[in-house]
């Protein structure tokens, strides 16, 4: 009771409130269970009660409920185990909590409305750092991912993701504003008004690019062949590559499957056709023989076929394989293959080179990367760069990630301007076009079919994050550098 009293003593119970009720918005507002909206509002509470604490344990105790929320709501969707998890969990926490921290310790040295942008400005460039400084979270966690409305996310074809990063997180410093004023129109009439106009605008801006600009060119079909076995778990293919003849029958078996629906999907009209990762298994020295029945089809079915291999040597995992996807013109060459730029942190695979390779075809100009590679926005620019019409993306992923990480990549299409189709083993398949308007999807889970068929434009838009990059970053690190000169200036001419 005596502690219960001291805190009272020095700061009231509101604070703890606006907490729990954020903390409580915030487990929905991301991962398994995310409520879009919930985004949105979360920092509204949460920003409040870290302002009002006066106490370094109350700050702690804000810090422990985060790592412990955030560990919820990710439980099953990292694969890492028992402390593993939980380091990362921390990790990601620090970054989480660090504007708070910076919007607590400068927003009471700005004066005005100015003020309101702090923690936005501080959200987007601790999830810029996440996704650029290593290769084991990517945009992971990040609050764009949260949301599905197709209006909102097209304002990440102006500044990429960091742009919707910035928007969500300003509306809980901005209603915090409006908070402090007491909501008296007198007092926040054009903060609120300008608030709300670039709200509108975004939106608007959405709108008018799905009326206006839809995707009403001309299209190729595109087969995605997804087969429903799971792939062996490591320990089993361990024991079955030591005995070379049996896990030669294993995956003969798979591979005369696969291309039993290739071409079933070529005889269907399907012109460039393509497996879901890792769906070949095989070994290296066997590689240039199911190499050469893949060209055999391609040049038979006169089609573009993406062959996706899980390369194994035969001291595999001793030494790594490699996750690649092979393609093949309608001559029967090879045009070149790709392999996984950014392996999860649980592949026994080795990296790529982190270059985006392109093909020209007669339906666009074609690009792929594997699963996790859609996860690095920085990296997938390049695509936008080079003006790729379609990516192509083979992918695998597990019952905790789907539908999330399929949607994750919707906003890479968007910002880049191209179509795209996500071929999933063990998750959602996915095709979008530039606008990230679904045209076909797929559940693993939910259904036994194992060809999706999509007809995709050809033709990809231009937008200016393709070509600018990430220049809204780099806008709002020279505002916070900005924002710290002008507090430091005023300190100092306080203190003279």
Same mark, same amino acid.
């Given at each position: ?69 955030? +560990? *919820?709501? $990710?439980?099953? /969707? !990292?694969?890492?185990?028992?402390? %593993?998890?939980?380091? @990362?969990?921390? &990790? ?98 054009? +903060? *609120?008004? $300008?608030?709300? /106009? !670039?709200?509108?605008?975004?939106? %608007?801006?959405?709108? @008018?690019?799905? &009326? ?115 393609? @093949? ?168």
């Amino acid at each position: 009771m005596s502690a219960f009293n001291k805190i009272k003593s020095n700061e009231t119970l509101a604070p703890y409130l606006l907490m729990i009720l954020g903390m409580i918005l915030f487990l929905f507002s991301n991962g398994k269970w995310t409520i879009p909206i919930f985004t949105w509002i979360a920092p509204v509470f949460l920003i409040r009660a870290f302002r009002n604490f006066k106490r370094w344990y109350s700050l702690f105790a804000f810090f422990v409920f985060i790592v412990v929320v955030h +560990s *919820i709501r $990710l439980k099953g /969707m !990292i694969p890492a185990p028992g402390a %593993l998890y939980y380091i @990362i969990i921390i &990790s990601g926490s620090t970054f989480i909590i660090l504007p708070y921290f910076l919007d607590r310790w400068l927003s009471k040295s700005i004066n005005g409305f100015t003020a309101t942008l702090v923690f936005p400005i501080a959200s987007l460039i601790a999830e810029y750092a996440v996704s650029t400084s290593n290769g084991y979270a990517g945009s992971w966690g990040s609050i764009a991912h949260t949301q599905d409305n197709l209006a909102l996310m097209q304002f990440t074809s102006i500044t990429g993701m960091w742009g919707l990063t910035f928007i969500i997180a300003w509306t809980g410093s901005a209603m915090n504003w409006f908070w402090d004023k007491r909501f008296e129109i007198a007092n926040i009439k054009k +903060s *609120i008004i $300008l608030f709300c /106009m !670039i709200i509108f605008s975004i939106f %608007l801006f959405g709108q @008018i690019r799905n &009326s206006f600009f839809s995707s009403d060119s001309n299209t190729v079909r595109v087969a995605s062949i997804i087969h429903n076995e799971s792939l062996a778990d490591s320990t089993n293919f361990i024991q079955d590559i030591k005995r070379l003849s049996a896990f030669r029958n294993q995956t003969s078996q798979t591979q005369t499957k696969l291309l039993s629906l290739s071409q079933k999907a070529a005889d269907e009209g399907a012109k460039i056709i393509f497996l879901h990762e890792a769906s070949l298994l095989v070994l290296k020295d066997d590689e240039k023989e199911l190499v050469d029945k893949g060209c055999k089809l391609a040049r038979d079915k006169n089609i573009y076929f993406g062959m996706s291999l899980f390369v194994m040597p035969k001291d595999f995992p001793k030494t790594k394989g490699e996750a690649k996807i092979v393609w @093949i013109d309608p001559k029967g060459n090879i045009i070149w293959d790709f392999n996984k730029a950014y392996p999860t942190p649980s592949d026994p695979i080795n990296a790529g080179e982190k270059i985006i390779k392109t093909f020209d075809s007669p339906y666009g100009r074609i690009a792929s990367v594997i699963c996790f590679d859609m996860d690095f926005p920085t990296f997938i620019n390049q695509a936008g760069k080079k003006n790729v019409d379609i990516m192509l993306v083979p992918a695998n992923d597990w019952k905790e990630i789907t539908p999330y990480h399929a949607n994750m990549s919707k906003l890479r299409a968007i910002e880049n301007g191209f179509s795209m189709v996500r071929c999933t083993g063990q998750g959602l398949s996915l095709a979008v076009d530039y606008n990230g308007k679904v045209l076909n999807q797929l559940n693993y889970y939910q259904t036994e079919e194992n060809i999706m068929i999509s007809d995709v434009p050809i033709k990809g838009i231009k937008t200016i994050y393709a070509k600018m990059g990430d220049w809204f970053v780099w806008v709002c690190i020279i505002g916070l550098l900005f924002i710290f000169g002008k507090v430091f200036y005023r300190r100092k001419n306080k203190e003279q």
